[in-house]
């Protein structure tokens, strides 16, 4: 958020960033609730916001998307086409609208379950794509999307480098090649790290299937 007030108004492209470390964020956090956090009253909110934090999760990548395009093109603007970066959001956040208004009673025994472990989520449906998906599914779909949305971003990048398109967005700012190679490089292993630490925590329970 500091990141964004401060930076704007001179660069519109820090709102991608800012949103981006935001949903990055939110992200760890919501994963921390509901895997390791042992706490019934925050597991109980975080399942009454779950079609928001959900939906927003599905941003992360498209917001890296965004923020490499505005900087090699300099250009922040979204365009027409950018309308389909959000379908993934909307479909999650209709699909799991319903859920919200669902008895509060329900999130608190489902969060007393998720307390004594991981596998107790199988006892709570948050969206309507819980019957034609498996939980598993649906908690790789976030960091998959994020990683397609790397290699991308890592396609985009490496092809502006080759033809040598970077001498002329980069002639006054040469540390953007630096910090824009540091932040993909980061992501790529946090995603792929992560992504390793679902596999492990999904063979933990019976809930892999």
């Keep these: ?3 964004i007030w401060f930076n704007a108004r001179r660069y519109p492209s820090a709102i991608y960033l800012g949103l981006f ?3 990055v964020s939110l992200y760890g956090i919501y994963h921390y609730v509901l895997g390791r956090s042992g706490s019934i009253s925050l597991i109980s909110v ?21 923020y490499f395009r505005s900087v090699l093109t300099d250009s922040p603007l979204l365009r027409k086409g950018d309308l389909w970066h959000f379908l993934p ?6 699909a799991s609208l319903p859920s919200s208004f ?11 379950a998720i307390a004594n ?11 309507l794509l819980s019957g034609l998906f498996s939980y598993p599914v649906m908690f790789f779909s976030r960091p998959a999307i994020i990683l397609c949305y790397t ?10 480098l080759s033809r040598n398109q970077a001498e002329r967005v980069f ?12 932040l993909l490089g980061a992501l790529l292993v946090m995603v792929i790290s992560h992504m390793l630490h679902l596999v492990e925590l999904t063979g933990e329970g019976s809930w892999l299937g």
């Design 171 to 182: 002639s006054h700012q040469r540390y953007m090649i630096g910090w824009l190679s540091l």
């Design 117 to 127: 472990g991981i596998g107790g989520i199988t006892q709570y449906k948050p969206t």
């Design 89 to 94: 959001m909307g479909i999650f956040f209709l």
């Design 46 to 66: 975080f399942l009454v916001l779950i079609p928001i934090l959900g939906s927003v999760l599905y941003l992360i990548g498209p917001l890296f998307y965004w």
């Design 151 to 160: 290699l991308w971003v890592l396609g985009l990048f490496l092809s502006y």
């Design 1 to 3: 958020i500091i990141l």
């Design 102 to 112: 669902g008895p509060f009673s329900e999130k608190v025994e489902a969060a007393e």
């Design 21 to 23: 470390f935001l949903g």
